[in-house]
């Protein structure tokens, strides 16, 4: 059985994150917005694309006010936690690489077995 968890770290100097989970109607795990398990599916979209999705568009939408709030998009990331039994694959749309790219933000992936 496989199960994944997508979050997206935010860092910067002074960061606001009371502030930030007021913005974003969240609550955060520290400096983590996690990315809901109950979104809805995507039969268009390709393998792990609504959670990045959801943390690019919160991302986003919100660009200059986190700024405002301490987030330095260069220093984020979005993490990826992959745990698997037997064979671990990923693949990435183009187009949330080059979101995460626009606003600096890394991707990291962890497989765990």
């Known amino acids: ?44 979209g390709p393998v792990f694309y609504k959670e990045i999705a959801w943390l690019l568009d919160m991302a986003e939408k919100n660009k200059e006010k986190l700024t405002e709030l301490g987030v330095a998009f260069s220093e984020c990331e979005i993490w990826m936690i992959y745990y698997y039994d037997k064979q671990c694959n990923m693949e990435f749309a183009p187009d949330l690489m080059e979101r995460m790219g626009k606003l600096g933000i890394k991707l990291c992936v962890s497989c765990q077995g």
């Open 1 to 44: 059985m496989s199960e994944m968890s997508f979050w997206l770290s935010l860092y910067g100097k002074n960061i606001n994150l009371s502030e930030i989970e007021n913005l974003l109607q969240i609550e955060l795990d520290n400096n983590r917005m996690r990315a809901p398990k109950d979104l809805p599916e995507d039969p268009d």
